[in-house]
C-alpha cells in the first residue's frame, strides 16, 4: 500500500474507531501514557504539541502540566478524533488546548515554535515515521524535548494476532510495520534519522486485562487500527474472524475474561542546540 492511501485509510479508519476506541483501550494504554508524560517532564507556561492525540487522553493532563500560561496544540490525522479531544478538554475545563486535523509528516506548524513535541501511541499508524519525527524536532525550539511511545515487539503483545486475523479475509495491509518500531532499537534509530540527539528508551512490560469475550473482541476489531476494515465484513466473515481471533488469545483467558501480555517503548530526544 502507498503512503497516500496508508493515509486515507488511517484517516477514515480512526474516524469510525474513534466511538469505541477510549472505551477498548483507555485502561490498557495507560501505563504508555503516564511514561511518556513523565519523560516530557512539562513545566508550567510551556507550548507543547500533542501529535496523534487521539481523544485527548495524553491532552488534557499536558495542558494541565503546562498552566496557567503554557499551552497545548494537539494534532490528528482523523477529524473525529480531533473533535473527540476538544469536547474532552472543554469538559475537564481546559481552556489552554486546541485541535486541528493534520498529518504527522506534514505538520502545518511554524519552525522552532514548542518547547516539547508529544506522540503517544500514534507513530506506529504513520507511513513514514521518520519524516513525521522530523517535523516533531522541526517545530522544537533548540533544546525542545520530543518524546514518542510504541507499542513493543510482536512477541511481546498478546492480540497482535488481529492483525493476520484481518489480512487473511480482506487485503487491507494496514499498519504492515505496527510492531517494527518497538523491536530492538528501531525506534532509537528513527530519533537519530530524525535529527534528534541524546536519545534514550525505556522499555515497559505490562497486563492488557479485558472482564469478557465481548470486550476483548470489540477493542480489536471496532476500537482499534483494524476498524475501517472490518465494517466492511459482513456478519458471517464478522463472526468467523471474531472465532479465529479468539482462537489466538485462548492462551490468555482466565474464566469468562482476558489477561495477556502488552509491552511499550518510550523514546525521547532532544532537537541540538
Same mark, same amino acid.
Given at each position: 500500500?502507498?503512503?497516500?492511501?496508508?493515509?486515507?485509510?488511517?484517516?477514515?479508519?480512526?474516524?469510525?474507531?474513534?466511538?469505541?476506541?477510549?472505551?477498548?483501550?483507555?485502561?490498557?494504554?495507560?501505563?504508555?501514557?503516564?511514561?511518556?508524560?513523565?519523560?516530557?517532564?512539562?513545566?508550567?507556561?510551556?507550548?507543547?504539541?500533542?501529535?496523534?492525540?487521539?481523544?485527548?487522553?495524553?491532552?488534557?493532563?499536558?495542558?494541565?502540566?503546562?498552566?496557567? !500560561?503554557?499551552?497545548?496544540?494537539?494534532?490528528?490525522?482523523?477529524?473525529?478524533?480531533?473533535?473527540?479531544?476538544?469536547?474532552?478538554?472543554?469538559?475537564?475545563?481546559?481552556?489552554?488546548?486546541?485541535?486541528?486535523?493534520?498529518?504527522?509528516?506534514?505538520?502545518?506548524?511554524?519552525?522552532?515554535?514548542?518547547?516539547? !513535541?508529544?506522540?503517544?501511541?500514534?507513530?506506529?499508524?504513520?507511513?513514514?515515521?521518520?519524516?513525521?519525527?522530523?517535523?516533531?524536532?522541526?517545530?522544537?525550539?533548540?533544546?525542545?524535548?520530543?518524546?514518542?511511545?510504541?507499542?513493543?515487539?510482536?512477541?511481546?503483545?498478546?492480540?497482535?494476532?488481529?492483525?493476520?486475523?484481518?489480512?487473511?479475509?480482506?487485503?487491507?495491509?494496514?499498519?504492515?510495520?505496527?510492531?517494527?518500531?518497538?523491536?530492538?532499537?528501531?525506534?532509537?534509530?528513527?530519533?537519530?534519522?530524525?535529527?534528534?540527539?541524546?536519545?534514550?528508551?525505556?522499555?515497559?512490560?505490562?497486563?492488557? !486485562?479485558?472482564?469478557?469475550?465481548?470486550?476483548?473482541?470489540?477493542?480489536?476489531?471496532?476500537?482499534?487500527?483494524?476498524?475501517?476494515?472490518?465494517?466492511?465484513?459482513?456478519?458471517?466473515?464478522?463472526?468467523?474472524?471474531?472465532?479465529?481471533?479468539?482462537?489466538?488469545?485462548?492462551?490468555?483467558?482466565?474464566?469468562?475474561?482476558?489477561?495477556?501480555?502488552?509491552?511499550?517503548?518510550?523514546?525521547?530526544?532532544?532537537?541540538?542546540?
Amino acid at each position: 500500500m502507498d503512503a497516500r492511501l496508508q493515509r486515507r485509510v488511517q484517516r477514515y479508519g480512526w474516524d469510525r474507531a474513534a466511538g469505541d476506541y477510549e472505551k477498548s483501550w483507555s485502561r490498557q494504554l495507560e501505563p504508555a501514557q503516564t511514561l511518556t508524560l513523565e519523560l516530557a517532564d512539562l513545566n508550567p507556561g510551556e507550548r507543547v504539541l500533542d501529535v496523534a492525540c487521539g481523544t485527548g487522553l495524553v491532552s488534557v493532563p499536558a495542558a494541565r502540566a503546562v498552566a496557567p !500560561t503554557g499551552e497545548l496544540v494537539g494534532t490528528d490525522i482523523s477529524a473525529v478524533m480531533v473533535e473527540t479531544a476538544g469536547v474532552r478538554c472543554s469538559n475537564a475545563g481546559v481552556s489552554n488546548a486546541s485541535f486541528e486535523r493534520m498529518g504527522a509528516e506534514a505538520l502545518s506548524l511554524d519552525d522552532a515554535s514548542f518547547d516539547t !513535541t508529544l506522540c503517544a501511541l500514534g507513530l506506529m499508524y504513520v507511513p513514514e515515521p521518520v519524516e513525521a519525527l522530523s517535523e516533531m524536532r522541526r517545530v522544537l525550539r533548540p533544546g525542545g524535548r520530543a518524546v514518542a511511545s510504541v507499542w513493543g515487539a510482536r512477541v511481546s503483545c498478546g492480540w497482535s494476532g488481529i492483525f493476520s486475523v484481518v489480512d487473511e479475509r480482506v487485503n487491507t495491509e494496514v499498519c504492515p510495520m505496527f510492531f517494527q518500531l518497538g523491536t530492538g532499537a528501531t525506534l532509537n534509530r528513527a530519533f537519530e534519522q530524525a535529527g534528534l540527539t541524546d536519545v534514550r528508551s525505556e522499555r515497559i512490560s505490562t497486563r492488557l !486485562t479485558y472482564d469478557s469475550e465481548d470486550e476483548a473482541l470489540k477493542a480489536a476489531f471496532a476500537g482499534g487500527p483494524v476498524a475501517m476494515a472490518y465494517s466492511r465484513f459482513d456478519e458471517d466473515l464478522k463472526q468467523d474472524a471474531h472465532d479465529a481471533y479468539l482462537e489466538t488469545i485462548e492462551t490468555f483467558r482466565v474464566g469468562s475474561a482476558y489477561d495477556m501480555p502488552g509491552e511499550f517503548v518510550v523514546t525521547t530526544g532532544t532537537r541540538p542546540i
